[in-house]
């Protein structure tokens, strides 16, 4: 039973909606003001870099109250709250008069962000079951990566000369989304909880959640993914380019064959989770798809190596579509571990995991990259998937029960 047939169709279509439109619309206000034309062109390039520490730092530092809190109040008011939240703070970037302010816009998205990814992921979890838990998380990934790429590609496209549009008229464009998916949300979207215990306090739900051994065990494997993940949204645009020489139509090629192998791999490698009841195996081998391809990009960089690199070209897609295995099966392993009256508080805690990879992989990535340049980022990028890899090895599977023909 996927999408399609499931009783909350419309409820978990209405959320990857509006996660694809607050998404798009954070991505789209920082490819604003990276523009020359906003604020006249006087924001200098460390006020972008610490707008983009800010944000994931607030959302580090809310999320698990937000998680917690919906659990004792219902999912619903949070997460529209939390649209109307990133709305302000995008019509506050586009009416920012100085780096202050914009500093404070970016901490609110942080928060805003912070009540949104884990009442979603929360309400997502309370729609699903065992058979169709991959796919709905599947899908949630997707909405999250067209944000992104969405977002940043469009805000892009619309400043260049030919369309001439303003990071003005963008960023109120984006609030303005935001706001209107709010309002969407408030009379459209149902609440999922529908058990509430107000007598259990948030730091006792992060308490239990905390010290349950399978989220712990999740550690090692879910925070070096992500790590990594936060090394190549930092680092790729110069990675590319001081070490491969791509014209547009290579860039086109090789993301392309990527980008609709990835999408093609979380659907199929979500429903074949789902079908055979397995999470383990496809976390794994989505790891050793991730490790594979970032270990051929590496070797593709330098004089000539777009030329091994193309040699090889039909390793690209497979091994895309091979990592997708990874975050719809990641993503159904944490709802199947979690209660069902613990559950924001366990999605709270993911998103503390993926904060914390936000910042190692940068971090760490840079110095390695610094100090030993492309080498350095491989070897880094490889003991990533190697913890990744062993720690996968320690979780415990979750179900035994018998696939379930569909």
């Not at 805000?155 to 706001?179: D, N, S």
């Amino acid at each position: 039973m996927g999408l399609r047939s499931s009783e909350h169709k419309w409820n978990l279509i209405g959320l990857y909606f509006v996660t694809l439109i607050m998404r798009a619309s954070f991505y789209i206000s920082i490819a604003s003001i990276g523009d020359a034309n906003y604020m006249d062109g006087s924001l200098e390039l460390w006020a972008i870099t610490a707008v983009l520490v800010v944000y994931p730092v607030s959302e580090l530092a809310t999320v698990s109250f937000f998680g917690s809190y919906s659990d004792r109040i219902g999912r619903k008011p949070i997460f529209t709250g939390s649209l109307f939240i990133t709305g302000i703070a995008a019509l506050m970037f586009a009416f920012a008069p100085d780096v202050i302010v914009l500093l404070v816009a970016s901490s609110i998205f942080g928060i805003g962000a912070a009540a949104k990814v884990s009442t979603t992921l929360s309400m997502i979890a309370d729609m699903s079951e065992e058979h169709n838990r991959a796919r709905l998380m599947g899908y949630y990934d997707l909405s999250t990566l067209f944000g992104l790429v969405g977002g940043f590609g469009l805000g892009i496209l619309l400043l260049t000369p030919e369309f001439g549009f303003t990071p003005f008229i963008i960023l109120l464009a984006a609030g303005t989304a935001c706001i209107v998916s709010g309002i969407v949300s408030q009379i459209g979207i149902k609440e999922t909880k529908t058990h509430i215990h107000v007598d259990i306090s948030v730091t006792e739900l992060l308490r239990t959640v905390a010290s349950d051994k399978r989220i712990q065990q999740l550690i090692p494997v879910y925070v070096p993914i992500i790590s990594m993940y936060g090394m190549l949204v930092g680092y790729a645009k110069i990675i590319l380019h001081e070490h491969f020489s791509l014209t547009a139509t290579d860039m086109i090629i090789l993301f392309g064959l990527m980008g609709v192998a990835l999408i093609i791999g979380i659907v199929t490698m979500g429903h074949l989770s789902d079908h055979l009841m397995k999470r383990r195996p496809f976390i794994g081998v989505g790891l050793f798809g991730f490790g594979l391809l970032g270990f051929l990009l590496v070797s593709g960089s330098g004089p000539g190596g777009m030329d091994l690199l193309w040699s090889v070209w039909p390793a690209l897609p497979i091994l895309g579509f091979i990592a997708g295995a990874f975050p719809p099966a990641a993503m159904a392993y944490l709802t199947d571990i979690s209660s069902a009256d613990s559950r924001g508080t366990t999605m709270g805690v993911y998103s503390i995991f993926f904060g914390s990879g936000m910042i190692i992989g940068p971090t760490f990535g840079g110095i390695a990259y610094g100090l030993y340049g492309l080498v350095g980022l491989g070897f880094f990028v490889a003991l990533l998937i190697a913890i990744a890899i062993i720690g996968t090895y320690f979780m415990p599977e979750v179900h035994a029960a018998e696939p379930k023909i569909e």
